[in-house]
């Protein structure tokens, strides 16, 4: 293989590899020539080229959650990197090690007029868990750097042993924090003219400074949580976002045959059992008034796992009626969603775990099964409605989710997508993905293909038609395996705003929060070689429902068209059919 002349270009491919990055994202231009010509060609690098940035970055968000360690991607200067952005928020909320690196033009060059350049340090500020803005060398500048730089040889040899230092201390630094802290960085890489220019041998060899990943164990603490738990009658466990076996089965078991524990889990929490209340808003909504009931609910303790919740009922309830102790076990960070925080435990779930039921005793309690018996009337209703209703997103949603095969990884864009899925069984074998940290409906298709990619199994995503519209550019993308699924539910239209108030049916709130269209799937689908069906009611959806999972020699899209304004009416009453008299 050839190696950049450029030093700078030579010691970031050097340290990417000896993190063990070897998946490269790279997205088309100039500037960046030298880390594309080095990345592409070493034969440790699987290197992708994704022509939009934004598409590039979310494809790399999800090859990074499904190999759990960090994915790099690689744009030209300018804004360029200002595309990669909302990825990059929804990694560092999501806890996604993505390490972007952005070429950029020389410091002289930025704010002259000069084409293609931005103030790229601290673009990613409040965004990012740290930024390494390096150097560029003084051994490769161009005619005018050195009119402007008179040196001696032997002056011009220490300063650029001192960049040197400088930018191997910074990569690692940053690279080190994308593992440390899973989460996103950004290195600024400043590159002058010549940038094509390749020899046969490197001429510096970077120092690899080690890990140090710690955990912050507070076991007087952890002692004093255990003796709180252990006297409490009422004790609520919430899992928000979660990637597939991040709790023991010995642990989330222990939870859930103790009489005194209710575990809320949501569908995007990657924990299933019969035990636990897995329909958070199915469960609470019918209460959401009712004070007698909601004094039933409050618990003594909550111990929030995870990340994000996507239920807006469980966070008004809480915040409503706060625990007297509320603790958050994680990682990396906390989010005060209750307003009630106690203590917040930076450490592995499993270790905390493992340290805190050594020290717990068990207490009979009848909190857990006064709503095990609530749940499975819930669950009765939900089973008669369903029968007795129309096509709408609420039966397809039911026909898809009801038909999935097992153990394939399944990603759901954001809005009326996962909140549907959040009323259904989901079989336990299915590892489930959304963009959660931001909630954002951009860059689902992208995250989804990404994972796809390197991901041993079948992948399939369920979307809605904004969503999947707005981020089509996905699927302009040469790396998409045969047998990556799409499911696009196409009601024409936001339609998750339907249920929300307002006045409807308005040619204001058609134009300007519905954002009625009647675009198709159809035409991308045979722009980007998939194959295509349609469904439009439960007949068709169920026989298209039969082959689609099928072996293919091209991935496929299933288009399901349901009736926009019925859709709001029928989740509107479902939730109202729980009230009615029995």
């Not at 796992?305 to 008004?316: D, N, R």
């Not at 930076?346 to 039921?357: G, K, R, T, W």
């Not at 299915?430 to 995250?447: P, Y």
Request: hydrophobic content about 40%.
């Amino acid at each position: 293989m050839k190696y950049s002349k450029i030093p700078l270009a030579q010691t970031l491919v050097s340290l990417c590899i000896a993190k063990g990055i070897n998946h490269v994202v790279i997205s088309p231009g100039s500037r960046n020539a030298p880390l594309t010509l080095s990345f592409s060609q070493h034969p440790n690098i699987h290197a992708y080229s994704i022509v939009d940035e934004r598409c590039a970055a979310f494809f790399a968000l999800g090859m990074a959650q499904q190999l759990h360690k960090p994915v790099a991607v690689i744009c030209t200067s300018g804004s360029a990197v200002l595309n990669y952005y909302p990825a990059i928020a929804e990694a560092y909320y999501s806890n996604v090690p993505v390490v972007v690196i952005s070429a950029d033009r020389p410091e002289y060059l930025i704010d002259v007029g000069d084409g293609q350049t931005i103030r790229q340090k601290h673009v990613f500020k409040g965004h990012i868990n740290y930024e390494a803005n390096l150097k560029q060398d003084i051994t490769h500048k161009t005619t005018i750097l050195a009119e402007t730089h008179q040196l001696s040889p032997e002056m011009e040899r220490e300063l650029q042993k001192n960049i040197q230092t400088h930018n191997e201390n910074e990569i690692n630094l940053a690279l080190n924090t994308a593992v440390e802290k899973n989460g996103p960085v950004h290195i600024n890489a400043p590159f002058d003219e010549p940038l094509y220019e390749m020899q046969a041998e490197p001429s510096v060899f970077p120092v690899v400074q080690a890990l140090e990943l710690k955990e912050n164990i507070e076991y007087e603490k952890i002692a004093n949580a255990a003796s709180i738990w252990s006297n409490a009658t009422r004790k609520m466990v919430l899992v928000g976002t979660l990637p597939p076996d991040t709790i023991s089965k010995k642990y989330w078991e222990l939870l859930a045959n103790d009489p005194s524990v209710m575990v809320f889990t949501e569908t995007t929490s990657n924990l299933r059992d019969d035990k636990f209340f897995n329909k958070i808003d199915q469960m609470i909504l019918p209460i959401e008034k009712n004070e007698a009931m909601l004094d039933e609910f409050q618990p003594e303790v909550l111990v929030t796992l995870g990340g994000m919740i996507v239920s807006k009922k469980i966070k008004a309830i809480l915040r409503k009626r706060q625990p007297k102790h509320h603790w958050h076990i994680h990682e990396n960070r906390v989010f005060d969603t209750f307003f009630c925080l106690e203590h917040f435990f930076q450490i592995n779930p499993n270790h905390f775990f493992e340290l805190f039921f050594d020290q717990t005793i068990a207490i009979e309690s009848s909190y857990k099964s006064f709503w095990k018996t609530i749940k499975q009337e819930r669950q009765q209703r939900h089973e008669i409605y369903l029968k007795q209703i129309n096509f709408t997103d609420l039966k397809a949603f039911e026909a898809i989710l009801g038909t999935l095969p097992q153990d394939i990884i399944l990603h759901l864009g954001n809005s009326s997508t996962v909140r549907y899925a959040q009323l259904f069984e989901i079989d336990a074998s299915i590892e489930l993905f959304c963009n959660r940290g931001t909630s954002g409906i951009d860059g689902s298709t992208s995250t989804a293909i990404g994972t796809a990619v390197v991901a041993e199994k079948q992948t399939l995503l369920i979307t809605g038609d904004l969503s999947f519209f707005y981020d089509s550019n996905a699927l302009w993308n040469n790396y998409i395996p045969k047998n990556f699924r799409i499911i696009l539910v196409n009601n024409s239209g936001g339609g998750i705003f339907r249920i929300l108030p307002g006045n409807k049916n308005t040619e204001n709130f058609d134009t300007y929060f519905e954002t009625i269209h009647p675009h198709t799937a159809k035409q991308l689908a045979e722009m980007y070689h998939f194959d295509y069906t349609t469904a439009s009611d439960e007949i068709s959806l169920q026989t298209a429902l039969k082959t689609f999972y099928h072996e293919s020699e091209k991935p496929k899209l299933l288009e399901v068209f349901t009736p926009r304004t019925e859709n709001d009416s029928a989740l509107i009453d479902y939730f109202k059919f729980f009230n009615e008299n029995k």
